[in-house]
């Protein structure tokens, strides 16, 4: 599975300013636009400019047109994008490190009884204010000296304040607040939320900001069994939920849990419940 961010800042195929940690692209669909799921290991804002798109995660889908904005969470899963010839977006990452140290420059000030949160995608819909300043970040990519390192890390500040200054995305407001408190990401909490990612150890490990080894010892403390062992149970415990609730076809159940394959799947679903799934599935209908 390939990381988003690490594709844009390397394949030389999409503009880009990067000012150390942090990255400011113009993505435009190739021709081709491949259907491979992506993840990337940093949050990151999306601004359509052009065209339209519907972004899927294992969980939801978002339809998202010329003017809307969303919010992905480090860790997220985007599935399947779908684009037309003509689609452009902006694209701002930006890592946990940053957001906290915005709100401790600023003095912003933590709600202590904020607990809404949200899906690892966040919508925007069309909001004038961003539309603003994701405009004004068009021009520089329209001039020919690059910003400078100083001013971009300003325009990245700038969009982090401007969504804490108001009253409206409150489940994303407290998604910063759990930025700002914690000092490391917690292990527990982006496990949890990314278990049905097809995503190795090592790239796991780089979600949770963990040397491989590190992860490994903080993972076993946490959980006391191993990354993948735990992995391939909370997977198989989630299939077999969306067997018992949904209407989902077996090729839709497996590629939702994060299982590299159909016959790992099925092998994994008869060694721990006793029944292959098709013929858990079927029983399931008839009783």
């Not at 995608?121 to 520089?140: K, M």
């Amino acid at each position: 599975m390939n990381n988003i961010q690490d594709f844009i800042a390397y394949s030389n195929m999409f503009r880009i300013f990067q000012a150390d940690e942090l990255l400011f692209a113009e993505f435009k669909c190739p021709v081709e636009a491949s259907n491979d799921s992506v993840w990337c290991d940093n949050n990151f804002f999306a601004f359509i400019l052009t065209g339209e798109t519907l972004i899927k995660t294992p969980r939801n889908q978002y339809p998202m047109l010329a003017g809307d904005c969303a919010f992905a969470k480090k860790g997220s899963i985007l599935i399947e994008s779908e684009y037309q010839e003509n689609f452009c977006e902006l694209m701002v990452f930006v890592p946990d490190d940053f957001i906290r140290s915005v709100m401790v420059k600023y003095q912003i000030p933590l709600d202590p009884d904020s607990m809404e949160s949200c899906d690892t995608i966040y919508p925007f819909g069309s909001d004038e204010v961003l539309q603003a300043y994701f405009n004004s970040l068009l021009s520089y990519f329209n001039q020919p000296i690059p910003p400078t390192k100083l001013l971009l890390r300003l325009k990245f500040e700038e969009l982090i304040v401007g969504i804490l200054s108001t009253n409206k995305h409150r489940p994303l407001k407290c998604y910063f607040q759990e930025i700002a408190k914690s000092t490391r990401p917690s292990i527990k909490q982006i496990m949890e939320d990314n278990f049905v990612s097809n995503l190795s150890i090592p790239e796991f490990a780089r979600l949770c900001a963990r040397s491989l080894s590190s992860f490994k010892s903080e993972f076993k403390s946490a959980y006391h069994t191993t990354p993948r062992k735990w992995l391939q149970d909370k997977r198989l415990e989630h299939s077999k939920y969306l067997l018992d609730t949904t209407d989902q076809t077996l090729d839709s159940v497996y590629m939702s849990c994060g299982f590299e394959n159909k016959s790992h799947f099925t092998s994994s679903f008869k060694n721990k419940f006793g029944y292959p799934p098709g013929k858990y599935k079927s029983k399931k209908a008839n009783s």
